[in-house]
Structure formats: structure tokens, C-alpha cells
């Protein structure tokens, strides 16, 4: 098997192309998920580390949108860092995320998704703001592509009744 005689070499040139390729990505979901440009870093570092060592699994599996796969990465890492219990006693305040916008309505809106439920802002975070299709978010997130059309859909409903001034419960 050719791929078994320079492993390190592919998997180490295969990794600095997803770097070049989407790290911005994978920064841009982490920040938003975790709301801390420092955890995010962390975090964009460990879902590289993460993607290098199972990098055999990726070739088994055969894996086509190299995005998508990275980003479920990420979005997983994010999860393990608000699990932890540093994190949970972190002083976490929602109006210091780094990237809301300054525009009134879009800061409620940015503020809205940061307090959905992790299913609705994972989809809208992926879908919205990565830009990914409902198939490459549901391959992200490794759930059936309708999953992601009815939890974007709930998500634009409580987030239209938040923004309609209705006590939304995310």
C-alpha cells in the first residue's frame, strides 16, 4: 500500500492544507460557540491536533467534504471545553463576545443565537455563519439532513419571538 510507506509525510502535508484552508472556519465557529477568543484558540489547535491523529479514520472512512469533518471537530472540542469544569466556573458573560456586531438589532439577534439551546445554535452557527449546506451541517454534525431543516426552523421561531419582544424560552 503506497499510503503505508510516507504516512507521517501525507498525513503531515494533508494537515497543513486544512490549516491553510480552513482555519479561519474553524476559528470563526469556535469563537462563536465558546465566546472566548483565547479558549477559541485553544480549541482551533486541539481540533487540528485531534483531525491529525485520526487521520487513518478519515482514509477508512472515506470521507468527502473535509470541511464539514472539521468542523464537527471543532464544534465537538467546544463541547468538551464548556463541559469541563473550569469553564462552567468561568465568569461568562454573553455581552463580551468579540464578534457581535455593533448595530443594535444585529447585536440582539447575535446575542438571541448565543443563548439558544446547543442543538439550534449549532445548526445556525453552521448553517448561517459557516455557510455550509443542511447536508454539509448535518455531516457535521453528524445528524440526518432533515434534523437540520426542523432545528433551523425551530431556531428561526424562537429567535423571531425573541426578537418580537416574546419571552422565548431557547
Same mark, same amino acid.
Not at 494533508?14 to 490549516?19: S, V
Not at 491553510?20 to 465566546?35: E, F, H, I, N, P
Not at 487540528?48 to 478519515?58: E, L, P, V
Given at each position: 500500500?503506497?499510503r503505508a510507506a510516507v504516512p507521517s509525510m501525507v498525513?503531515?502535508?494533508? /494537515?497543513?492544507?486544512?490549516?491553510?484552508?480552513? =482555519?479561519?472556519?474553524?476559528?470563526?465557529?469556535?469563537?462563536?460557540?465558546?465566546?472566548?477568543?483565547?479558549?477559541a484558540e485553544d480549541a482551533v489547535q486541539d481540533t487540528?491536533?485531534?483531525?491529525?491523529?485520526?487521520?487513518?479514520?478519515?482514509e477508512r472512512k472515506g470521507i468527502q467534504n473535509d470541511?464539514?469533518?472539521?468542523?464537527?471537530?471543532?464544534?465537538?472540542?467546544?463541547?468538551?471545553?464548556?463541559? =469541563?469544569?473550569?469553564?462552567?466556573?468561568?465568569?461568562?458573560?454573553?455581552?463580551? /463576545?468579540?464578534?457581535?456586531? =455593533?448595530?443594535?438589532?444585529?447585536?440582539?439577534?447575535?446575542?438571541?443565537?448565543?443563548?439558544?439551546?446547543?442543538?439550534?445554535?449549532?445548526?445556525?452557527?453552521?448553517?448561517?455563519?459557516?455557510? /455550509?449546506?443542511?447536508?454539509?451541517?448535518?455531516?457535521?454534525?453528524?445528524?440526518?439532513?432533515?434534523?437540520?431543516?426542523?432545528?433551523?426552523?425551530?431556531?428561526?421561531?424562537?429567535?423571531?419571538? =425573541? /426578537?418580537?419582544?416574546?419571552?422565548?424560552?431557547?
Open positions: 500500500m503506497e498525513r503531515e502535508e494533508r /494537515l497543513r492544507e486544512w490549516i491553510a484552508q480552513y =482555519s479561519g472556519a474553524v476559528m470563526k465557529t469556535c469563537r462563536a460557540y465558546l465566546g472566548d477568543p483565547e479558549e487540528f491536533f485531534k483531525a491529525w491523529k485520526h487521520m487513518d479514520a478519515y470541511k464539514a469533518w472539521l468542523l464537527r471537530i471543532a464544534v465537538n472540542t467546544c463541547r468538551d471545553y464548556r463541559r =469541563s469544569a473550569w469553564f462552567r466556573h468561568m465568569d461568562r458573560r454573553l455581552d463580551q /463576545l468579540p464578534d457581535i456586531p =455593533s448595530r443594535d438589532q444585529d447585536r440582539a439577534l447575535a446575542l438571541d443565537i448565543c443563548r439558544l439551546k446547543e442543538r439550534y445554535k449549532q445548526v445556525v452557527l453552521l448553517y448561517y455563519y459557516q455557510g /455550509l449546506t443542511l447536508k454539509e451541517t448535518g455531516q457535521a454534525l453528524g445528524i440526518p439532513q432533515t434534523t437540520v431543516f426542523r432545528r433551523l426552523e425551530k431556531a428561526r421561531e424562537l429567535l423571531r419571538e =425573541s /426578537l418580537e419582544g416574546g419571552d422565548a424560552d431557547a
